[in-house]
């Protein structure tokens, strides 16, 4: 596509359920980032894949979270029993991932909102 | 780590003045420095970027940005803002950690609000 979808774009859910997040990045992108914003706050960097392969996993908050990448499109952020505090906006960004990849230029997806109740 | 500092979370200023949006890092390590605006009901996108040479770089809006290395500084600025730059702007930093990761902070955001 044109540029990141994410999906959903919101979703509400109860404690303790399990949640799953999907980014498509834009074709070609190599790499690709998760992020968390909660509200009044900055961008919390969690996950960065480069290709399918996650080098560091450190960001994650806790291993309620997990992520994964099918080769060098689609990725999901999983949520295991969700807890009020993990209410945010997460967003998925990609890049060309050349060498170097931190001159890469991200391009951000609209974001899900993601509300425990 | 990095960490990078947006003193202000708020900056009203009146259409045509000039406006400052500061940002500092913590550490003059190799850095590649970056602002991102997010316009009301919109992604972020990227306004600008330093990766080398020039110290001063510019967006195609009227925005630029100089990167201070002595002061750990890449302060925005706009010379005359329009309505339109009311918007949020993010600044942030891509690094190599010691484990050889790339790693990217950025910092809390400033919301810039241009009175007519």
């Known amino acids: 596509g044109a540029g990141v979808s994410q999906s959903p774009s919101n979703k509400v859910t109860e404690k303790g359920k399990d949640v799953e997040l999907r980014c498509d990045p834009i074709?070609?992108?190599?790499?690709l980032y998760w992020y968390r914003q909660r509200l009044g706050q900055g961008l919390e960097f969690l996950i960065y894949?480069?290709?399918?392969?996650?080098?560091?996993k450190s960001g994650l908050p806790s291993d309620r979270f997990s992520a994964e990448r099918t080769g060098e499109s689609v990725s999901t952020l999983t949520i295991q029993r969700t807890q009020q505090e993990d209410s945010a906006v997460y967003l998925c960004a990609s890049s060309l991932g050349l060498a170097g990849v931190g001159t890469d230029t991200q391009y951000f997806g609209p974001g899900t909102r993601l509300t425990v109740l | 780590a990095q960490s990078v500092t947006q003193l202000d979370s708020q900056v009203p200023v009146f259409e045509e003045a000039p406006v400052e949006l500061r940002c500092n890092y913590s550490?003059?390590?190799?850095?590649?420095l970056f602002w991102y605006v997010q316009y009301p009901n919109q992604g972020l996108q990227l306004l600008l970027k330093y990766l080398s040479g020039s110290t001063l770089v510019k967006s195609i809006n009227g925005f630029e940005a100089e990167f201070n290395k002595s002061q750990t500084s890449f302060h925005l600025r706009k010379p005359s803002v329009h309505i339109s730059d009311t918007a949020e702007y993010f600044c942030a930093v891509n690094w190599k950690s010691s484990g050889g990761y790339q790693k990217v902070t950025f910092g809390t955001g400033t919301k810039l609000q241009v009175i007519p």
């Open positions: 074709s070609g992108h190599t790499a």
């Open positions: 894949f480069q290709g399918n392969s996650a080098p560091d």
């Open positions: 550490s003059s390590v190799s850095v590649y």
